[in-house]
C-alpha cells in the first residue's frame, strides 16, 4: 500500500494556471497506476485525469481534456497535474488517487486516496 499527499493547492484567477504535485510514499510506488479527481462543492467525484502503470499511458475526462496535463516523474516518486485556461468552476479540491493496473474513472472503484488539495479559481 502507499500514502499520497498533495500540493501545489491555492488561489489562481481565471485564465491562470497551476501544477498540482502527488507525492507517493510507500512500497513500490512505481507499481501503481496513478489519477486526479476533483469534487467541487456540493457535487461528488469527478474523474480528471489517469496514467496507466504499465505504458504511462495518459487518459482523461471530459471536462478538463485540453486543459490539463498529467505526467510522472518517477526519480522522485511524484504525480503531477498542470493544469491551464483555469475557469471559476474549476473550483474544487483535487484529489491524488492510486491503484493497481489503471485508477478507475468511476470514484467508488478507487482503493487509495490522498487527503486532498483545495484550488479556488477567483478574481
Known amino acids: 500500500q502507499v500514502q499520497l499527499v498533495e500540493s501545489g493547492g491555492g488561489l489562481v484567477q481565471p485564465g491562470g494556471s497551476l501544477r498540482l504535485s502527488c507525492e507517493v510514499a510507500?512500497?513500490?510506488?512505481?507499481?501503481?497506476?496513478m489519477g486526479w479527481f476533483r469534487q467541487a462543492p456540493g457535487k461528488g467525484r469527478e474523474f480528471v485525469a489517469g496514467l496507466r502503470w504499465i505504458d504511462e499511458d495518459p487518459y482523461y475526462g471530459v471536462t478538463m481534456a485540453g486543459r490539463v496535463t498529467i505526467s510522472r516523474e518517477n526519480a522522485k516518486n511524484t504525480v503531477f497535474l498542470q493544469m491551464s485556461s483555469l475557469k471559476p468552476e474549476d473550483t474544487a479540491v483535487y484529489y491524488c488517487?492510486?491503484?493497481?493496473?489503471?485508477?478507475?474513472?468511476?470514484?467508488?472503484?478507487?482503493?487509495?486516496w490522498g487527503q486532498g488539495t483545495l484550488v479556488t479559481v477567483s478574481s
Open positions: 510507500g512500497r513500490s510506488p512505481e507499481r501503481y497506476a
Open positions: 488517487a492510486a491503484d493497481r493496473d489503471q485508477v478507475s474513472i468511476d470514484d467508488k472503484y478507487v482503493k487509495i
